[in-house]
């Protein structure tokens, strides 16, 4: 089973300090949102956070309130069995038409029958386009 749809990620830019994480994720979780998948990264003294919750446009306007500089980006949200072997199938078929993936993450418990994966290309569109063909 594969699923797919476009969808947006909220991309933050903060200074990599100890516990900016988790100022973020206390400000979407006091406010009752549910993050689907997360991503974060620093570089020198730079920190990337990079999410999809359930309620993107109220967790978009708390942290715009609470000064974080924060921007929207097109994705690709995909479902998948979560068994060996699919994220394989569905990547070698993304390669087959030529799509170039420069961003995949993806959140999964041990045990769930289903994995929330990411994409980001030059194109989503081909991208879905191409996980939804048979």
Do not use: H, W
Not at 36 to 52: L, P, Q, R, S, T
């Amino acid at each position: 089973m594969i699923r797919a749809e476009m969808s947006k990620q909220l991309v933050i830019t903060v200074d990599n300090r100890v516990g900016t994480l988790a100022e973020v994720t206390k400000i979407i979780s006091a406010s009752g949102i549910n993050l689907v998948a997360i991503c974060a990264y620093a570089v020198d003294n730079k920190g990337v956070i990079m999410f999809v919750s359930e309620d993107n446009e109220k967790a978009l306007k708390l942290l715009k309130a609470k000064k974080y500089e924060i921007r929207e980006e097109p994705v690709v949200l995909v479902t998948i069995d979560n068994k060996p072997g699919t994220l394989q199938s569905m990547c070698e078929k993304i390669s087959a038409a030529g799509i170039d993936l420069t961003l995949i993450y993806a959140s999964v418990a041990k045990g769930d029958s289903s994995s929330r994966i990411v994409l980001i290309s030059e194109d989503n569109r081909a991208v879905l386009a191409t996980i939804k063909l048979k």
